[in-house]
């Protein structure tokens, strides 16, 4: 979950770039655009919500959820 030399949590990207269904999240990495594009400005408690938070959505979306 963390950078090997940071405490920043690593970006939980897949390098799969598409809108899922609904059009709110990408597939893969299960954040919004707005997530996406403010991550490397994002503060470390941000980015660990953020993981937190995308955890809790493919938990609620199981087994619909592919990556």
């Known amino acids: ?3 090997p ?3 920043d949590p690593v970006s939980p990207c897949k390098k799969v770039s598409k809108p899922s269904g609904n ?3 990408f597939v893969g990495c299960g954040r919004t655009l707005h ?6 400005n994002f ?3 941000r ?3 953020v993981i937190d938070d995308v955890a809790r959505l493919k938990r609620k979306m199981a087994p619909s959820w592919s990556e």
């Not at 997530?35 to 490397?40: D, L, N, P, Q, V």
């Open 23 to 25: 059009g709110q999240v």
């Open 43 to 45: 503060s470390t408690p």
């Open 5 to 7: 030399r940071t405490n």
């Open 35 to 40: 997530e996406i594009a403010g991550w490397s």
């Open 1 to 3: 979950m963390f950078g």
């Open 47 to 49: 980015k660990i919500q």
